[in-house]
């Protein structure tokens, strides 16, 4: 049994850090064909090479299996809300409990710094995000159409 451990994501630590600019591009490579997913790729531009200045100004959490990155979750504080801005758990590492241990340590961190609420988003027919969210309580309260002219 492994059990997931998540961790704070140090900018000074190269080693998660280089880590993450690989995981990023296998997250959004398997939102390209998703229906919404285009859209989103659009909308969050690509961290890249800048993932130790993206966690150097806000939280970038990383699950880990002894030494390898297999999760990442980004988040945002926008006073009084946590936003969870990218939440990712390479398909091989599913189900072991990593997006729930992340989460759980997002709203913890969130809730330390005075935060009234999480919020999140996943896209039409991503299963695994909404189970997510629904087993930390986070519920749908907006479903946002759209439609191309």
Same mark, same amino acid.
Request: proline share 5%; aromatic share 4%.
């Given at each position: 049994? +492994?059990?997931?451990?998540?961790?704070?994501?140090?900018?000074?630590?190269?080693?998660?850090?280089?880590?993450?600019?690989?995981?990023?591009?296998?997250?959004?490579?398997?939102?390209?064909?998703?229906?919404?997913?285009?859209?989103?790729?659009?909308?969050?531009?690509?961290?890249?090479?800048?993932?130790?200045?993206?966690? #150097?100004?806000?939280?970038?959490?990383?699950?880990? +299996?002894?030494?390898?990155?297999?999760?990442?979750?980004?988040?945002?504080?926008?006073?009084? +809300?946590?936003?969870?801005?990218?939440?990712?758990?390479?398909?091989?590492?599913?189900?072991?409990?990593?997006?729930?241990?992340?989460? #759980?340590?997002?709203?913890?961190?969130?809730?330390?710094?005075?935060?009234?609420?999480?919020?999140?988003?996943?896209?039409?027919?991503?299963?695994?995000?909404?189970?997510?969210?629904?087993?930390?309580? +986070?519920?749908?309260?907006?479903?946002?159409?759209?439609?191309?002219?």
């Amino acid at each position: 049994m +492994i059990d997931p451990h998540v961790v704070v994501v140090d900018p000074g630590n190269d080693h998660v850090v280089s880590q993450l600019a690989a995981l990023e591009r296998e997250a959004r490579a398997a939102l390209v064909d998703q229906r919404g997913g285009p859209q989103w790729l659009i909308d969050h531009p690509e961290v890249g090479d800048e993932w130790a200045h993206r966690a #150097a100004h806000g939280d970038v959490l990383a699950a880990l +299996i002894d030494e390898v990155v297999v999760g990442y979750l980004v988040a945002d504080d926008a006073d009084p +809300i946590l936003r969870i801005d990218q939440v990712w758990v390479t398909p091989e590492a599913r189900e072991l409990g990593f997006g729930d241990e992340m989460l #759980a340590a997002a709203m913890e961190r969130g809730r330390d710094r005075g935060l009234a609420a999480v919020e999140g988003q996943a896209l039409p027919g991503d299963r695994h995000t909404k189970n997510l969210y629904e087993r930390a309580g +986070i519920v749908a309260r907006l479903i946002t159409t759209y439609r191309a002219l």
